[in-house]
């Protein structure tokens, strides 16, 4: 499989999944 | 509005506007045009008097940001590394700075000392970091974006994500 940090812009969407995936976490567990 | 913080917060942001700005012009204008200088044999240029001079700003930016960022929270700079109620949105953009701050000092800045050659280095390990230094330059771009939006929590947050 291809490195994602290979692509500017596969790196964004992953940055933006990351956020995503961050948000949920701290709305479940931190919040 | 009290000076101590007021100062943080703008040195922070200017720190942070330099660091970051320098981390997507890597990312988006100078990895490309190295490349295409590469094929036309220009690349000397950027990597005699452009680089060096981006990088020099670059990690000392990142420094400037993360202690303005840490006078920043003051007595609160525990609450927030811990994740503690009421802090757990800023611990998580400040935890996010933190890692980036790292990748700088301890991966991105060694690896690029090969690269430019202000290190020796052989032709196979100048190659190893590029590579290391793309990869930890491209993670930084991408905490980036989470590092932004947990930094710039506030009530448009609250509003648009119940957070």
Known sequence: MKNPLDSIWATIISGLVLTAALVVAAKNFLL | ?163
């Open chain 2, 1 to 163: 509005m009290e000076l101590i913080p007021a100062l943080a917060r703008w040195l922070h942001f200017l720190a942070g506007i330099m660091w970051v700005g320098l981390l997507y012009y890597f990312n988006f204008v100078q990895i490309p045009a190295l490349k295409a200088a590469a094929a036309d044999g220009t690349a000397a240029g950027i990597t005699k008097h452009v680089a060096p001079r981006a990088l020099l700003y670059f990690r000392w930016s990142a420094v400037v940001t993360w202690l303005a960022g840490a006078a920043l929270l003051g007595g609160q700079f525990v609450s927030a590394f811990t994740l503690s109620k009421g802090h757990a949105l800023i611990g998580i953009g400040a935890w996010l700075g933190t890692i980036m701050l790292f990748n700088v000092w301890v991966i991105i800045w060694p690896n690029q000392q090969k690269i430019l050659g202000l290190r020796p280095a052989t032709d196979e390990a100048k190659n190893r970091a590029r590579r290391t230094a793309l990869l930890a330059s491209r993670a930084n771009l991408m905490l980036s974006i989470p590092m932004l939006f947990f930094m710039a929590g506030g009530l448009t947050h609250r509003a648009a994500f119940g957070l």
